[in-house]
């Protein structure tokens, strides 16, 4: 549900005691001017003037520049110490007032509640009946109002501006790729590494889109009753309308990963593995086309070998292995005469959508 939220305000105070790191302004050599802006006034009131200053805790990062204090937290890494799991309603509250709490005791002044939303992320997190890169066409197909597609490695599809963007990856791949989550957190954490998890994320990276688009402005937000089924009810409703409109142009798609795999593994068990191999980029990859275009018939390509001089034994057991990855292919298109996608289409979006 929730993940990342920053929250910002002008209206703080900082105690003597706070620890901040404090950077000093950039300096610019030609004409020896040093950038620096007011950050806060200290308790003798006197005018802290510095680059800008930040504090990392375990449960948020504190940044403070000339726009004024942020804060950015992960209820989840809070509560679970992952993002895997989400917490639910009341835990959020939980994890909040845990950051409250500790950004007073750290000397750290502000009337928390008030405090501006200036970026929101709402995601889902949902087990898929195949691989991530079994929807690999379907992702690609996808595409936002008034968002740039982009394809981040090959387990990540990005779908954004500057206001607002949608993700979806390989939850499992994005855990094994952190070098800091190893083996040990995931049987720790209970997390299977062989399971498929696909993750969508909803990103409101600015305080307008995030007033707009989810009718909340302030932290104080998230401790209104029955906020998490408000919240899914807008996840549900601009997911769907941005990108994962139901319906889906199967022009677009070039493959179908499932069809493929199940065409690889019946040259698979006719053939030896390297010579299955060479059939499938023979049959399915457009080399017969080149023989039968050419030369009308198999049968007109035998002769010609023969009479090229080739042993008849030589011509026949190349040529039977093509007959038989033929045989292979037709009985195939017979057998698959629809695609997978709008299958794999329709699972995704409706477990996106789910409540």
Known sequence: MIDKIVLSTKDYQIKDFAPLTIRPGSYQYDTSEVREFEL???????????????Y???FYNLDINAKGLKVTLNPNRIYYSTNYYSVNEKQCKEALSKVEKDLQSKGFLMDFKDTSLARVDIVKQVQTEHPFRAYTPLYRSLSG?????RELGITTYNYG???????CYDKIVQLVDDKKFTDEHFRYFGIDK???IARCELREKKSKPVLRDLNIQHISDFYRSGIFEHLTGRYRSLVSDLVFKKGIDESQLKFDFVNEIELLQAFKNAFSASDAINKYI??????????IERYSSIDNFRQLLLDAGFARKTVYRILNGLEKGLS???????????????????????KLMAA
Do not use: C, W
């Open 194 to 196: 062989n399971s498929n």
């Open 328 to 350: 292979i292919v037709s009985d195939f298109r017979q057998a698959k005469r629809t695609s997978n996608i709008p299958m794999l289409y329709s699972e995704l979006y409706d």
């Open 145 to 149: 109002k008034r968002m740039k597609s």
């Open 282 to 291: 023979l049959f399915q990859l457009g080399g017969l086309n080149g023989i």
């Open 161 to 167: 501006n500057q206001s607002r963007e949608i993700q």
């Open 56 to 58: 990392n805790s375990e």
């Open 40 to 54: 806060f006034h200290n308790e003798r009131d006197d005018i802290v003037r510095a680059g800008n200053a930040f």
